[in-house]
Structures are given as structure tokens and as C-alpha cells.
């Protein structure tokens, strides 16, 4: 079991576990980026910290498997 995580964390480091490192990269970035914009724009409307970290963590977690549902892995 240590040796698959091993593997794939190492591939997905190298470059070596998608068939197009740029597009999931890419895809990464954009939820990283959605998340992040929604937990400030939570803060902002005044929501309590725990409150805005929960609220962007679930619509982040929401939007993972729709940005990662066309990937080719290798």
C-alpha cells in the first residue's frame, strides 16, 4: 500500500502520472483558485473564519471531480 502511494505521489511530482502534466496542473490551479476567491469573498460578506474555510472547502471539494473527470493517466 506505502509503495502505490509512494509511486504515484512521485509520479504526480515528476510529471510522470497524467498524460498532459500541463492540463491537470492547469485544472489544479483553477480550484485552487475558485476556493481561494470564495473564501475571501465569504470573509468579506462577514461570515466568521471557520464558517468561510468550511463553506470553500466543500464547494472546492464539490468542483474537484468535474475539473478531473477528463483526465488521461498514464
Known amino acids: 500500500m506505502w509503495d502505490m502511494f509512494k509511486g504515484a505521489a ?10 498532459n502534466p ?17 473564501f475571501f469573498a465569504s470573509e468579506k460578506l462577514g461570515l466568521p473564519l471557520p464558517a468561510a474555510a468550511a463553506i470553500a472547502a466543500f464547494v472546492g471539494g464539490v468542483l474537484q471531480p468535474s475539473l478531473f473527470k477528463s483526465l488521461k493517466y498514464r
Open 22 to 38: 500541463k492540463s491537470a496542473y492547469a485544472r489544479l490551479g483553477a480550484g485552487i483558485v475558485i476556493t481561494t476567491a470564495l
Open 10 to 19: 512521485f509520479g504526480f511530482l515528476n510529471g510522470g502520472l497524467f498524460a
